[in-house]
């Protein structure tokens, strides 16, 4: 069974820009989280879905935002970008309905110039 | 809201257990896990447990929870160089995949 995939894998951006990151889930897994790492803040939070519908949100400003399609493939976006956005993006997906294990992918690491 | 502590470093020799700890604050924290990450990795699930258990054993891998203390260990029985990494303790409430994680314990094996 395929993991959790996460594309890209690296990019570089400038300041300013946008960003779109996405999310595969495993085969059959129907929620979809999202977490922010970096060396200052560790693991953080962003969001939850399940089934296409946002349950949980992060401390994080508006300019973070997420969805998840009816395939429960998941796309986060980054308005704006600033210099303190340079992260390890996680995406970590699960079957819901109760079963704890949450599988993580191998993240997209983002580096805003 | 829930803060999840760990030491920052454990230095073990190979064959030796290695014992990684962790607190939690928040009493209602029903799951607790346990995540292994190497360099350039993502997070690898280890194991979790209830908050109803005192003990689950998986393997090498034995997690104790004493939940009046909200104290979580994570003892690997046996240890050896490929488990070098870091190693983080997480908590969540029943109803959510929300996880608030410590900020990793990276252990290091001496051979």
């Known amino acids: 069974k395929a993991g959790v995939t996460q594309t890209p894998r690296y990019l570089i951006k400038t300041r300013g820009q946008q960003v779109t990151l996405s999310c595969s889930p495993i085969?059959?897994?129907?929620?979809v989280s999202w977490y922010q790492q970096t060396p200052g803040q560790g693991l953080q939070f962003l969001f939850e879905?399940?089934?296409?519908?946002?349950?949980n949100k992060g401390n994080f400003p508006g300019r973070f935002s997420g969805r998840q399609f009816s395939n429960s493939r998941s796309e986060m976006n980054v308005s704006t970008l600033e210099l303190g956005d340079s992260a390890l993006y996680l995406c970590?997906?699960?079957?819901?309905?109760?079963?704890?294990?949450?599988?993580f992918g191998e993240g997209s690491r983002l580096t805003v110039l | 809201g829930e803060d999840v502590e760990q030491s920052l470093f454990l230095s073990v020799r190979e064959g030796d257990s290695s014992v990684i700890n962790c607190t939690y604050t928040d009493s209602s924290s029903t799951y607790l896990y346990w995540y292994k990450q190497e360099p350039g990795a993502g997070l690898q699930l280890l194991t979790y447990?209830?908050?109803?258990?005192d003990m689950k054993q998986d393997q090498r891998l034995t997690v104790l929870l004493n939940k009046k203390d909200k104290h979580l260990s994570l003892r690997i029985a046996d240890t050896q160089t490929g488990d070098s990494a870091i190693y983080f303790c997480?908590?969540?409430?029943?109803?959510?995949?929300?996880?608030?994680f410590g900020k990793g314990t990276k252990l290091s094996v001496i051979p």
């Open positions: 970590a997906s699960s079957p819901g309905q109760g079963v704890r294990e949450l599988f």
């Open positions: 997480a908590a969540s409430g029943a109803g959510s995949y929300q996880l608030t």
């Open positions: 085969s059959g897994h129907r929620s």
């Open positions: 879905y399940f089934s296409e519908t946002q349950r």
């Open positions: 447990i209830f908050s109803n258990m």
